[in-house]
């Protein structure tokens, strides 16, 4: 579970991004003036690129380097409208453009403050990201979705009243800002969520009253919507999802219907609309991701061993971690050019990154690395773009 996020208003309002505030600002520029809504219309019709048809200029935006996005995005509303559309990241996988950045939630040595920062391939820190609107959360979800990240719901304490949250905040890492997206139907706190067919679902978790919660919710870019759909079939807090061919797979976590710990996993199928039930899931997960089409998880009862679970025949086998000393280092896990980054868990600085390479000759699959975030990983997401 992510620790924390700490961040400030912004003076955006609800359900409203980018291309919202744009037609907003048409909107009022036309009170004042009758001929300034036609200009500021035309602006957004007008060629990307003068003398060039849209088809090229789109092309040749695409071409430009990612660290130079947020810059084009304030040429004009036609850039920025491109630049945060699906189009642009197409135009982006045709060209051979697509950069992977990893973004890392960070907690300082005294756990005092967070933060998000921006890691390359490399392991060069790009930038830090600008705070988050909203209190300060614990037991949110991270996904990604179309090259945006999502900040959902949570944990927070307002003026010494604590309460989960329904609120979903986007990180557009194209134009570097963050937006307001609409509210989940049910406010919750650790929680499973994961992206599966250009859809983002939440599932379980505790309720506005510290309930156990079965309901789950669909998100839609498109339509900015969440919509309830089939019920898990038990309450389930304290677990995870991911993605794994087309399906969503929920995991670890307690339920109402276990003692301790659940090992059942959760398998729901978006064409069909109904749940399925596998038996032999990990438990006490404190860390997951998923690399080359499998789910990675490390257990909290054994820190020396990759369990990796493969839904082509789903079937689980251990890895062992190359580690001496303590038995009780934890990592965090994160993904880069194909490769799986265990970032540790300790203060020490001394400790190097581990890098796990599933593609990599017999023997060769661990090595170390200098990709290394500046404070303690609470959690990570990568994205293309």
């Not at 659940?262 to 997951?288: I, Q």
């Not at 990796?308 to 303590?326: A, C, H, R, Y």
Request: charged fraction near 20%; glycine fraction near 10%.
């Amino acid at each position: 579970m992510p620790g924390f996020v700490r961040g400030k208003k912004r003076l955006t309002e609800p359900n409203m991004c980018l291309s919202a505030q744009v037609k907003q600002e048409i909107l009022i520029h036309s009170k004042g003036n009758p001929h300034s809504s036609s200009r500021a219309a035309d602006e957004l019709e007008s060629p990307l690129l003068p003398g060039l048809p849209d088809d090229v200029a789109k092309y040749c935006l695409a071409l430009v380097p990612r660290s130079s996005f947020p810059a084009m995005g304030g040429v004009c509303k036609r850039w920025r409208s491109f630049i945060q559309s699906k189009d642009f990241l197409t135009e982006r996988k045709i060209a051979g453009m697509l950069e992977e950045w990893l973004y890392v939630l960070t907690m300082d040595s005294e756990g005092k403050e967070s933060h998000w920062e921006v890691l390359d391939c490399l392991g060069q820190k790009h930038r830090l990201l600008p705070p988050m609107p909203g209190p300060e959360k614990v037991g949110f979800g991270v996904t990604v979705l179309n090259g945006k990240l999502l900040v959902m719901a949570g944990y927070s304490v307002i003026n010494g009243t604590a309460t989960a949250s329904a609120d979903v905040y986007q990180y557009d890492s194209c134009l570097n800002r963050w937006c307001k997206l609409a509210d989940l139907n049910v406010a919750r706190y650790d929680f499973a969520c994961a992206e599966v067919n250009g859809m983002v679902y939440v599932a379980g978790g505790y309720g506005i009253e510290g309930e156990s919660l079965d309901t789950v919710e669909l998100y839609d870019p498109d339509t900015n919507k969440w919509n309830l759909i089939e019920s898990l079939r038990r309450p389930r807090w304290g677990c995870f999802a991911c993605g794994l061919n087309g399906k969503l797979y929920v995991l670890g976590g307690r339920s109402s219907f276990t003692i301790g710990n659940s090992r059942f996993v959760d398998v729901y199928n978006p064409e069909k609309h109904t749940w399925g039930e596998m038996k032999n899931g990990c438990v006490m997960v404190t860390a997951h991701a998923v690399l080359e089409k499998k789910l990675f998880c490390m257990e909290w009862k054994n820190q020396r061993k990759l369990a990796i679970f493969n839904p082509e025949d789903n079937s689980w086998k251990m890895v062992p971690v190359p580690l001496t000393g303590s038995a009780s280092i934890g990592f965090r896990f994160g993904i880069l050019a194909g490769k799986l980054l265990l970032f540790s868990v300790e203060g020490d600085p001394s400790y190097h990154t581990l890098l796990y390479d599933p593609n990599a000759a017999p023997g060769s699959e661990w090595q170390t690395s200098d990709i290394k975030p500046s404070g303690l990983c609470l959690c990570s997401v990568t994205i293309k773009a």
